[in-house]
């Protein structure tokens, strides 16, 4: 069952920057670890980073540090991935999940089986 909602992707050209949010209506994020994983045509689904439930510990792909931010906004009910520098490689739906087995852990991962709440995905297509 989907409970988390993305919204944000789009095309853009290499070079430019787009802000995805991923959301829940039915349950508060504050708890929990957030993780952004996408997944491109013909290769397996990829953590690209995740943020602890107090937001102290963030971890990035090094694919994407540098140039990927994670963040969340707890009076939204929100958690951002903003990216910027975008290049085609990046070009994937995303994916946001929460790790809801765990309470106000100190540490997020991701391993995509760590993460129990999906989103359906939203699509970031990086071209000129």
């Known amino acids: 069952q989907l409970q988390l909602v993305e919204s944000g992707g789009d095309l853009v050209q290499p070079g430019g920057s787009l802000r995805l949010s991923c959301a829940a209506s039915?349950?508060?994020?504050?708890?929990?670890?957030i993780g952004w994983f996408r997944q491109a045509p013909g290769k397996e689904r990829e953590g690209v980073s995740c943020i602890t439930a107090s937001g102290g510990s963030i971890r990035y792909a090094d694919s994407v540090k540098g140039r990927f931010t994670i963040t969340r906004d707890k009076a939204k009910n929100t958690v951002y991935l903003q990216m910027d520098t975008l290049k085609p490689e990046d070009t994937a739906v995303y994916y946001c999940?929460?790790?809801?087995?765990?309470?106000?852990?100190?540490?997020?991962?991701?391993?995509?089986?760590?993460?129990?709440?999906w989103g359906q995905g939203t699509q970031v297509t990086v071209s000129s």
């Open positions: 039915a349950f508060r994020l504050d708890p929990y670890a």
């Open positions: 999940a929460a790790d809801r087995t765990r309470y106000w852990s100190s540490y997020c991962t991701m391993g995509d089986t760590d993460y129990d709440s």
